[in-house]
């Protein structure tokens, strides 16, 4: 029995595709938490023979963690087939990892069933960091030129942070109405608690950048910020490596 891991951002769509590919006959794997490291932890341990990326949601992440199986010796190998999303995006995943196979959900099985036991010659894209090293802290999170763009709590040398910006961007600290982006630099723990909800209320009117320091030993990581902002009704879509200091998660608000 051929096993296969599911890697999916919506729990209720992912009980049934799970029970889909189990009832044609896979031995089935699903973690529930959607963190990078849980999921790559997960496909460690239960060691598929194919993995089953979903795209319709945070389609991002479904790339980086295929980009990570094709650059591991030990999951390089493994048949990575991608369900669902955006046309425009899925066509940019083809670009990078075109031995995968893309189909719809509703023949996740088919494609299943004719998967190869393994991928011979696997294609094995540049990590995430060095395929963007080369684009400015503007360009990885979205700000184009005249773009509108709210600074909060900014530390000093947040304009050499931010580098080089495109034409006509106008940035403004802490301003009273939402911008087309906004940057918020998250420091401290309490500070980070008492303006969640006010920034939760405006993710909806602009495009809403966390930032924390890399290394910082208060407490203030990736994992934690993209838990706490989930469990206050925020979703997480793109992450990046603003600079050699800092690093970011885009959010939005949650629909449900």
Not at 82 to 97: S, W
Not at 107 to 120: D, I, R
Not at 174 to 185: E, I
Request: contains cysteine; charged residues 25%.
């Amino acid at each position: 029995m051929r096993k296969v891991h599911i890697v999916h951002w919506r729990p209720g769509e992912a009980t049934q595709l799970v029970e889909r590919v189990r009832a044609a006959g896979f031995a089935v794997n699903y973690c529930e938490d959607p963190s990078g490291p849980a999921i790559t932890q997960a496909v460690r341990d239960y060691q598929p023979d194919i993995v089953v990326i979903d795209l319709s949601r945070l389609p991002s992440h479904g790339k980086e963690v295929a980009v990570w199986l094709r650059g591991r010796t030990a999951t390089r190998h493994i048949p990575i087939v991608f369900t669902g999303g955006d046309p425009a995006k899925v066509a940019k995943i083809q670009e990078i990892l075109p031995d995968a196979v893309f189909t719809v959900e509703s023949k996740v099985v088919p494609a299943l069933k004719s998967a190869p036991a393994e991928v011979l010659q696997p294609v094995v894209p540049a990590p995430m960091m060095q395929r963007y090293q080369d684009r400015t802290p503007a360009q990885k999170m979205g700000i184009r030129e005249g773009s509108k763009v709210g600074v909060m709590n900014p530390p000093r040398d947040y304009l050499t942070v931010l580098g080089n910006m495109p034409p006509d961007v106008e940035l403004a600290e802490d301003p009273g109405s939402p911008q087309d982006v906004t940057l918020w630099f998250v420091h401290e723990l309490e500070p980070f608690f008492a303006a969640l909800p006010r920034m939760r209320s405006i993710a909806t009117r602009t495009k809403l950048w966390v930032l924390w320091k890399k290394g910082s030993k208060n407490g203030i990581t990736q994992n934690f910020i993209r838990k706490t902002a989930i469990d206050a009704g925020l979703v997480d879509y793109k992450i990046c490596s603003v600079d050699g200091h800092w690093s970011g998660i885009a959010f939005a608000r949650s629909k449900a």
